[in-house]
């Protein structure tokens, strides 16, 4: 996979830059933060990467700063108390996974066996 580098480009061309590209919020200044769903980070304007563009690369976009994290802006929101909160509790959650340690042992069947009691259930309603 081509990873696209980022382009660079003065402070008002980037404002300008996202202010066209991202339909979803109103950017005053590169200042200006928002809270990106995808991966729980608040970025600022000036972090922000836009990619692609000439070269045949495709048309301008901006991404999430964050590496290994490809929100656009339909994925940031304006980080405020109550979106900020929210966030903080479900990532204090304790996701299924961690709240059941899946079994072990004799307790756990074979994969043969699950799919033997699913293949039955299908007999009996037949």
Not at 43 to 55: E, L, N, P, S
Not at 98 to 120: E, F, M, V
């Amino acid at each position: 996979m081509v990873l696209l580098v980022p382009i660079q480009f003065a402070d008002g061309d980037k404002l300008q830059i996202l202010r066209h590209l991202d339909r979803y919020r109103t950017w005053r200044s590169l200042d200006e933060k928002r809270y990106c769903l995808a991966c729980g980070r608040i970025v600022r304007g000036h972090d922000i990467q836009v990619v692609g563009g000439t070269r045949g690369t495709g048309p301008l976009r901006v991404v999430c700063p964050t590496r290994g994290c490809h929100s656009i802006p339909m994925d940031w929101v304006i980080p405020t108390d109550e979106v900020l909160a929210n966030m903080s509790i479900l990532q204090n959650e304790p996701t299924a996974e961690q709240q059941q340690p899946p079994p072990s042992g004799p307790a756990r069947a074979s994969w043969g066996t699950r799919l033997w009691n699913l293949a039955r259930q299908f007999r009996r309603a037949a």
